[in-house]
């Protein structure tokens, strides 16, 4: 996914809502909202931390 980003980017932003970047740690992720914004997002968001921390907090998870 995120090798193609830069080909896929106009698929996601064309709404005009918030795009949340996610990865297991934060470090792709980040990569992703630079690519993302770089592509003219105004809207995105990073997952510090990424999922592991977001579990490790106890935060909620949906399996949809």
């Avoid at 297991?24 to 003219?40: C, D, E, I, P």
């Amino acid at each position: 996914f995120l090798g193609t980003l830069p080909e896929t980017a106009d698929e996601m932003l064309g709404n005009g809502k918030p795009v949340v970047v996610s990865c297991r740690t934060g470090a792709r992720s980040a990569v992703g909202a630079s690519l993302l914004k770089a592509a003219g997002a105004e809207k995105v968001i990073n997952l510090q931390g990424g999922y592991r921390d977001w579990r490790a907090e106890g935060l909620p998870v949906s399996q949809e």
